[in-house]
């Protein structure tokens, strides 16, 4: 697919849905990029950060994810798009920025899902699902808790696991991170450590082309 196609593409997609050319909202994410990048280094990578993709690939996407944030969810899409064009070569890094009320609890149900190799698809039934359970102040758990299950989580032990001290520690020490790198909107990307700075579907595919490239020479 060429650079026009993934413009078109791109369109025809969740980012035109949800209408993400907010300037206001480009700009703050931008904003706390470049912020960001000052002080990202070590908080960008954790080992018990989530991977998809290769773990070898020599371009990583990192992004601060919140599981009830509607734009994560518009470019979730988006970003396997990019990843799938340069198949084998783009690895995701998902940090968890818990900004939303009730994100923290998502965030366990998912990392619960983890430990049962059911990561994927129950990330994936949450964000398809999202606008039924991620209510602005007043999210329905439950409900979130219930689409898990539909995906294939065992709920029993899930709702055990999610209150262990592994989990407790991710929690902890990405909310560390986000505090670290200044960050206050989700999705924030950076590409090999270099912020994106123009918020965008196709700033961020020409970023992971550039690095897709160079890592090639």
């Keep these: 697919m060429n650079r026009r196609n993934f413009v078109l593409g791109v369109t025809a997609t969740a980012f035109v849905a949800f209408g993400l050319g907010a300037v206001a909202y480009r700009e703050a994410v931008a904003a706390s990029a470049r912020e960001a990048a000052a002080k990202a280094s070590a908080a960008l990578y954790?080992?018990?950060?989530?991977?998809?993709?290769p773990t070898d690939a020599k371009v990583t996407i990192t992004e601060f994810f919140d599981p009830s944030c509607e734009a994560c969810r518009a470019f979730y899409?988006?970003?396997?798009?990019?990843?799938?064009?340069?198949?084998?070569?783009?690895?995701?890094?998902?940090?968890?920025?818990?900004?939303?009320?009730?994100?923290?609890?998502?965030?366990?149900?998912?990392?619960?899902?983890?430990?049962?190799?059911?990561?994927?698809?129950?990330?994936?039934a949450l964000l398809d699902q999202q606008p039924e359970w991620a209510v602005h102040s007043a999210p329905d758990l439950e409900k979130a808790w219930s689409i898990a299950g539909s995906a294939g989580l065992d709920l029993v032990?899930?709702?055990?696991?999610?209150?262990?001290?592994g989990i407790n520690a991710v929690l902890v020490q990405d909310a560390a991170d986000v505090t670290a790198v200044g960050l206050t909107q989700t999705p924030t990307f950076f590409v090999n450590g270099k912020p994106l700075?123009?918020?965008?579907?196709?700033?961020?595919?020409?970023?992971?082309?550039s690095e897709v490239t160079a890592a090639a020479q």
């Design 46 to 53: 954790r080992e018990h950060a989530p991977v998809i993709g």
């Design 77 to 124: 899409p988006i970003v396997k798009q990019i990843m799938g064009m340069h198949e084998g070569k783009v690895r995701l890094v998902l940090r968890y920025a818990a900004l939303h009320e009730g994100s923290d609890e998502v965030i366990r149900i998912i990392e619960a899902a983890r430990l049962q190799d059911k990561f994927t698809p129950v990330l994936e």
């Design 157 to 165: 032990r899930a709702k055990a696991d999610s209150q262990s001290d």
């Design 197 to 209: 700075t123009e918020f965008g579907p196709q700033q961020l595919y020409d970023l992971v082309t």
